[in-house]
C-alpha cells in the first residue's frame, strides 16, 4: 500500500506543475481520495496467501491452515470461528478473539453468532416441514394464509423462497415508517406491505431479486399454519429433535437469551480504525425468518449431517431445495429454498447484519461443510476466508474439498 500511495502523490505532483485549470483539481482531488479510501479499504480485507501445494495431504493442509490463523490473528485480520467438517466428523476448527466489543469474553467451540441470512435455509426447511405435513403447499397463494395481502395477486409461497415475488421491501418502510423507539415485526411490515401503501415491483416470476422480507412473510405463514410461534416451532421440530444446544432464535422482542455463550457484535468507531464498540442487533429488530438464528459452528455440523441424512425430511423431498427457481420467461435463478445453488454440487449461502457477518458451504457430493462466521463488522473477510480456504483454482488457497484431493 506505501507504494501504491507513493505512485500516486508522485503523479500528483508532476501534473500540478503543468496543469492549473480548477475543475481539474477537484476531480483529480477527488480522484486521490477515492484511490486512497480503496487503498486503505484493500490492506484491511486482504488475507495472505495459505503457503501449501494444492496436492499436499489433508493433514499438511490443517497445519498450513492453523499456521495461516496464527497470521491473521497477529495481524487483527479476523475475529470469529472457522469450521470445516465432512461427513459429520470435525477435522479442523480454530476460534479467533472475542465474543464481545470489551474484549472480556473469547470465542469457544460453543459461541452461538447471529447467522443473519443463514437463517434463511432454516426458515425454507420449516415450510418445508409443512408441506411434507400436507398443510400448505408450495404454490399456495400467500394471501390463503395472509389474507392482508391479497392484493398482490399471483404471490405464491414458492415465490417467496426463490425470492421471485416482487414484494416491496420492509426496509426502507422502516425507515419512513417506524416511529422513534418502535419494534419491528411481522405484522407492522404486513400493514405497511398492504398495496396501497407499497405496490408490487414487479410481477410475480418475473425476475430474481433478493428479498429479506419474503423470509419474513414466511416465518408468519409458519406461526399461522403451525398455531406456534415461529421460534417455539423451530425448537420443537427442529432444533431440539437435532440436539442443537447452542441454537436459538432472539431478537428485541425475545424475553431472554437461554443461550450459553451469545455472541456480541461488534466493529471498529471509524470503519478500519479506533475502538471496539457494539454493533449488535439495532432496537427496533423485532422480526425472524429472514434471520435471527444464533448458532454455534458445532451445531451447524449437525444441521448438516441432518440434511444429508434425510433426518428431519426424507432426502427425495428435501432435495427440492438445491432446485434453482424459475422464471415466467424460463430463465433459472440459481436460488433454491434457502440456498444459492450455482455451485452444484456444492450449495452455499453468505450473510451479515449489523457486525455479524457469515458464510456456510456444503459439498453434497463430498459431504463436506465449511463454516465462517465473525461478529467484528468486517463483510468481506468470510468470503475471502472460505473462498482460500476452498477453491483449487484460486491461487494462495488450500483447497481443502476434497473434490482437489
Known amino acids: 500500500m506505501r507504494n501504491l500511495l507513493f505512485w500516486i502523490l508522485s503523479i500528483t505532483g508532476v501534473i500540478w506543475k503543468r496543469v492549473k485549470k480548477p475543475l481539474f483539481w477537484l476531480l483529480a482531488i477527488v480522484g486521490v481520495l477515492l484511490l486512497i479510501l480503496i487503498s486503505i479499504t484493500y490492506w484491511h480485507i486482504h488475507t495472505p496467501k495459505i503457503q501449501v501445494m494444492h496436492d499436499a495431504p489433508l493433514t499438511i493442509k490443517i497445519q498450513a491452515l492453523d499456521q495461516w490463523f496464527d497470521d491473521l490473528e497477529k495481524r487483527e485480520k479476523f475475529n470469529g470461528t472457522i469450521l470445516y467438517a465432512k461427513k459429520g466428523e470435525v477435522l479442523y476448527q480454530r476460534n479467533v478473539g472475542f465474543a464481545d466489543a470489551a474484549g472480556s469474553i473469547p470465542i469457544s467451540n460453543r459461541s452461538s453468532f447471529n447467522l443473519a441470512s443463514l437463517s434463511k435455509q432454516m426458515t425454507a426447511l420449516a415450510i418445508m416441514l409443512l408441506a411434507y405435513d400436507q398443510k400448505l403447499d408450495f404454490d399456495d397463494p400467500i394471501a390463503n394464509y395472509l389474507p392482508e395481502l391479497s392484493g398482490y395477486e399471483g404471490v405464491t409461497i414458492r415465490h417467496l423462497l426463490h425470492h421471485i415475488s416482487g414484494m416491496s421491501h420492509h426496509e426502507p418502510l422502516a425507515r419512513a415508517l417506524l416511529p422513534e423507539g418502535g419494534i419491528m415485526d411481522a405484522k407492522i411490515i404486513i400493514s405497511w406491505l398492504q398495496p396501497h401503501k407499497a405496490p408490487p415491483r414487479f410481477q410475480p416470476g418475473e425476475k430474481f431479486e433478493y428479498n429479506n422480507t419474503g423470509y419474513v412473510l414466511l416465518a408468519e405463514i409458519i406461526e399461522r399454519v403451525s398455531g406456534t410461534p415461529f421460534a417455539e416451532f423451530m425448537k420443537t421440530r427442529v432444533f431440539t429433535p437435532l440436539y442443537m444446544v447452542d441454537t436459538t432464535i432472539f431478537n428485541r422482542l425475545s424475553k431472554e437469551s437461554k443461550l450459553k455463550e451469545r455472541v456480541f457484535g461488534f466493529e471498529k468507531e471509524f470503519i478500519f480504525f479506533g475502538k471496539n464498540i457494539p454493533a449488535d442487533l439495532p432496537p427496533s429488530d423485532g422480526i425472524v425468518g429472514d434471520g435471527n438464528v444464533y448458532a454455534s459452528a458445532l451445531d451447524l455440523v449437525k444441521w448438516d449431517l441432518a440434511l444429508t441424512k434425510g433426518t428431519l425430511l426424507p432426502n427425495e423431498f428435501y432435495n427440492q431445495a438445491y432446485e434453482s427457481g424459475v422464471l415466467n420467461s424460463g430463465g433459472k435463478t440459481e436460488y433454491g429454498f434457502g440456498w444459492r445453488v450455482e455451485e452444484q454440487p456444492a450449495v452455499y449461502h453468505t450473510g451479515g447484519w449489523a457486525g455479524f457477518f457469515g458464510s456456510i458451504y456444503r459439498d453434497l457430493e463430498q459431504e463436506t461443510l465449511l ?35
Open 371 to 405: 463454516v465462517v462466521l465473525t461478529n467484528s463488522g468486517v463483510f468481506l473477510r468470510p468470503i475471502l476466508i472460505t473462498n482460500k480456504v476452498l477453491s483449487p483454482k484460486k491461487q494462495g488457497s488450500i483447497a481443502v474439498s476434497g473434490r482437489s484431493e
